[in-house]
C-alpha cells in the first residue's frame, strides 16, 4: 500500500530541512535528527512505501535498490568496521514514520538483542 503524506514526503521535496548525504531517482538518505549513534542515517524509498508490510513484488528491484543504497551509504560514511541496518515495521516493530525507512547505525559498538 502506498499513501499518505509524512514528514518524510516533505523532505524529498525540500519543504523541511534535512542533512540530505545520498540522492539518487529512487532513494533518498539523510541524517536522523534525533540519532541513536554517533553515525545515524535513513534510507528511504522516494516512493511512499507506507511500510515494509505493504512492499509488493512490484518493489522487488526497489528493495534490492534500498539494501545497495544503505551499502553505499554506510562506505561513503566510513563506517568501515561494519554498522546496523533496522527497519522498523508497525506498531510492534516501533515504527513511528509510515514511510518505509531503513536505518543505518554506525560509529559505536552495536548491542545485541535490542530493546
Ligand atoms: P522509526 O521509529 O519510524 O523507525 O524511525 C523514524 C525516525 O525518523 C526516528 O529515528 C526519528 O528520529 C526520525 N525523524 C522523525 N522526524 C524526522 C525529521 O523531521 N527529520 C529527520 N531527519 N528525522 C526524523
Keep these: 500500500m502506498t499513501n499518505q503524506e509524512t514528514i518524510f514526503s516533505k523532505i524529498i521535496r525540500r519543504e523541511i530541512p534535512a542533512?540530505?548525504?545520498?540522492?539518487?531517482?529512487?532513494?533518498?538518505?539523510?541524517?536522523?535528527?534525533?540519532?541513536?549513534?554517533?553515525?545515524?542515517?535513513?534510507?528511504?524509498?522516494?516512493?511512499?512505501?507506507?511500510?515494509?508490510?505493504?512492499?509488493?513484488?512490484?518493489?522487488?528491484?526497489?528493495?534490492?535498490?534500498?539494501?545497495l543504497t544503505v551499502k553505499r551509504v554506510a562506505e561513503q560514511a566510513g563506517l568501515s568496521n561494519g554498522y546496523r541496518v533496522v527497519i522498523n515495521n508497525g506498531s510492534d516493530g516501533g515504527q513511528t514514520v509510515d514511510h518505509l525507512h531503513l536505518h543505518i547505525l554506525g560509529g559505536r559498538h552495536m548491542k545485541w538483542p535490542p530493546g
Design 19 to 67: 542533512d540530505i548525504v545520498y540522492e539518487d531517482d529512487l532513494a533518498l538518505a539523510f541524517r536522523d535528527v534525533h540519532p541513536q549513534a554517533p553515525i545515524h542515517i535513513l534510507v528511504i524509498p522516494k516512493q511512499p512505501i507506507t511500510k515494509l508490510a505493504d512492499a509488493t513484488p512490484e518493489d522487488h528491484a526497489l528493495m534490492g535498490h534500498l539494501l
